[in-house]
Structure formats: structure tokens, C-alpha cells
């Protein structure tokens, strides 16, 4: 198994690698603009990958892009090296990972969300008659699934919620903005800034996605008073202790059977 996580700041890579073993025992490199802390998974099960790529789904994906371009060359043989060194397969899937806002009532604060789909909710354009999404104007996509089978899973061995996972590059702020999402996405449970470019970039590469979120706000009108930051990455850390047999049993059986 060889996975890569891509969350937005460091305080949530952290959270994941802290969750998978023992901090002195990361190994870290760079890619252009970021660090990739490398945990190898417990019981040699594999290893994971983890990067901070920056907030919003521009860096967002041109992070991951970075990352999953560093495990090709890795795994491409050179004069000087005739093989490739030990994890430099390519990867089998990529995670967005963080803490996110979360619709209310269905995703309280200090729940978890697994996304049964990552939306750009806010790529395309306004017109009188409101918002276009891209696709309606003749452009790209503004959707990925994540494997199906891997969200039932994901969602049982740690309790998250499934819904779509908005991917804004505006943070909601007001409950007029709230109302209108969720009257676009009825089945919205939460907003992140960054799954959908991480997306577009495993996409590229032929590799599933699957995005998760640990809800430290409710979404709408911003009040940083009432945010549970320090909760929600707890809540994510716990998450990602209890998904390395998940990962270990999709990468091994559900993705190559599919």
C-alpha cells in the first residue's frame, strides 16, 4: 500500500502523521513548495505519504501534482540507479484530508465526513439568472466520485457521515450563501477548500481520490469564537488511526479487482 495525503497546513499533516506512528521516525523530502513526511504504516503495511500543499484548490493541486510526479520519477530507472528504490511504485490512491465546515444538523461540529462526491461548488459563472456551473458552459468537470466501496468502508471503521464535500474557494460566511449551496447541493454535508484540485490532479495520473473532513464550524454566518479547531483535528487524528487496514484492504483487493 502506498497512499498520499495532501491536506491545506501543517497543523493538519501533523494530525495525520501523528495518528500513523512515530514522529522521529518521518522521513521528509521535498517537492517544489511543500514537504512530503513519509510514515511507514503499522504492521508493514506500506506507507504514507503526507504534504501540506497550501489552502484553496489551485495550490491544493498543484501540490499533489508535485507529489505524485516525484513518485513517478522515483519509480523510473536511471543510468546511475538501474532500479527503483524501495516504495517507488507509484501510489494507489490519494486523500484529501483536513478539517472543513460542516452543514447543520447533518454534520455537527466535531463529526467526521467522508465524501461521497467532491463538488466544485463555485467554478463556473453568474448570470442574471444565477449561478452556471463550468460544465454548463462547455468547460471540464465539476465533480469526482470516490470509489464507492472505499467510502462504505471508510465510513464504518470510523464513523463518518457520507455526503458530498463542496470544494469552494470562497469560505461561506453569511447564511444567505449557506442557504444558496445547499438549495444547489441538496446533499451537501460539508465545505473544504481543497478536495476538488486534489482531485484534478489524481485524476490526471489514473488514481482514485477520496477526500475526509473533521467539522470544526457550522457553515454559514463566520464566527471564529465558536470554531473547535484543537477538536477537529483531534477528531481527524483519531480517524486516520483507525484507516490503515482500510487503506491496506482497498489498495490489496477492492481497486485491482475493479
Same mark, same amino acid.
Given at each position: 500500500?502506498?497512499? !498520499?495525503?495532501?491536506?491545506?497546513?501543517?497543523?493538519?499533516?501533523?494530525?495525520? %502523521?501523528?495518528?500513523? /506512528?512515530?514522529?522521529?521516525?518521518?522521513?521528509?523530502?521535498?517537492?517544489?513548495? $511543500?514537504?512530503?513526511?513519509?510514515? =511507514?504504516?503499522?504492521?508493514?503495511? *506500506?506507507? +504514507?505519504? #503526507?504534504? =501540506?500543499?497550501?489552502?484553496?484548490?489551485?495550490?491544493? &493541486? &498543484?501540490?499533489?501534482?508535485?507529489?505524485?510526479?516525484?513518485?513517478?520519477?522515483?519509480?523510473?530507472?536511471?543510468?546511475?540507479?538501474?532500479?527503483? /528504490?524501495?516504495?517507488?511504485?507509484?501510489? @494507489?490512491?490519494?486523500?484529501?484530508?483536513?478539517?472543513?465546515?460542516?452543514?447543520?444538523?447533518?454534520?455537527?461540529?466535531?463529526?467526521? #465526513? +467522508?465524501?461521497?462526491?467532491?463538488?466544485? &461548488? @463555485?467554478?463556473?459563472?453568474? %448570470?442574471?439568472?444565477?449561478?452556471?456551473?463550468? %460544465?454548463?458552459?462547455?468547460?471540464?468537470?465539476?465533480?469526482?466520485?470516490?470509489?464507492?466501496? !472505499?467510502?462504505?468502508?471508510?465510513?464504518? =471503521?470510523?464513523?463518518?457521515? %457520507?455526503?458530498?464535500? !463542496?470544494?469552494?474557494?470562497?469560505?461561506?460566511?453569511?447564511?444567505?450563501?449557506?442557504?444558496?449551496?445547499?438549495?444547489?447541493?441538496?446533499?451537501?454535508?460539508?465545505?473544504?477548500?481543497?478536495?476538488?484540485?486534489?482531485?484534478?490532479?489524481?485524476?490526471?495520473?489514473?488514481?482514485?481520490?477520496?477526500?475526509?473532513?473533521? #467539522?470544526?464550524?457550522?457553515?454559514?454566518?463566520?464566527?471564529?469564537?465558536?470554531?473547535?479547531?484543537? @477538536?477537529?483535528? $483531534?477528531?481527524?487524528? *483519531?480517524?486516520?488511526?483507525?484507516? +490503515?487496514?482500510?487503506?491496506?484492504?482497498?489498495?490489496?483487493? @477492492?481497486?485491482?479487482?475493479?
Amino acid at each position: 500500500m502506498r497512499v !498520499l495525503v495532501v491536506t491545506a497546513v501543517p497543523a493538519e499533516r501533523d494530525a495525520v %502523521t501523528r495518528a500513523l /506512528g512515530d514522529l522521529s521516525e518521518v522521513a521528509v523530502h521535498e517537492v517544489p513548495g $511543500a514537504q512530503v513526511h513519509r510514515v =511507514a504504516a503499522p504492521g508493514g503495511a *506500506g506507507v +504514507v505519504d #503526507v504534504l =501540506a500543499g497550501g489552502a484553496g484548490p489551485a495550490a491544493a &493541486a &498543484a501540490a499533489a501534482a508535485f507529489g505524485l510526479a516525484s513518485a513517478v520519477s522515483a519509480a523510473v530507472p536511471s543510468a546511475s540507479e538501474p532500479g527503483p /528504490g524501495p516504495h517507488s511504485a507509484p501510489y @494507489d490512491l490519494v486523500v484529501s484530508a483536513g478539517i472543513g465546515g460542516g452543514f447543520v444538523p447533518v454534520a455537527p461540529v466535531g463529526s467526521l #465526513v +467522508v465524501a461521497s462526491r467532491i463538488v466544485a &461548488a @463555485d467554478l463556473g459563472a453568474e %448570470t442574471p439568472e444565477g449561478f452556471v456551473p463550468v %460544465t454548463a458552459l462547455g468547460f471540464g468537470r465539476d465533480w469526482y466520485l470516490p470509489p464507492r466501496s !472505499l467510502v462504505r468502508d471508510v465510513a464504518a =471503521a470510523t464513523g463518518a457521515l %457520507t455526503g458530498e464535500i !463542496l470544494t469552494v474557494s470562497t469560505v461561506t460566511g453569511s447564511a444567505e450563501r449557506a442557504a444558496a449551496l445547499l438549495a444547489a447541493h441538496p446533499r451537501a454535508a460539508a465545505e473544504a477548500m481543497e478536495g476538488f484540485g486534489v482531485a484534478e490532479a489524481a485524476e490526471r495520473t489514473g488514481l482514485p481520490v477520496l477526500e475526509l473532513r473533521a #467539522v470544526s464550524n457550522a457553515i454559514g454566518p463566520r464566527d471564529r469564537d465558536a470554531w473547535r479547531i484543537g @477538536d477537529a483535528l $483531534a477528531a481527524l487524528s *483519531g480517524a486516520f488511526g483507525k484507516l +490503515v487496514p482500510v487503506l491496506e484492504g482497498w489498495t490489496h483487493h @477492492d481497486r485491482h479487482a475493479s
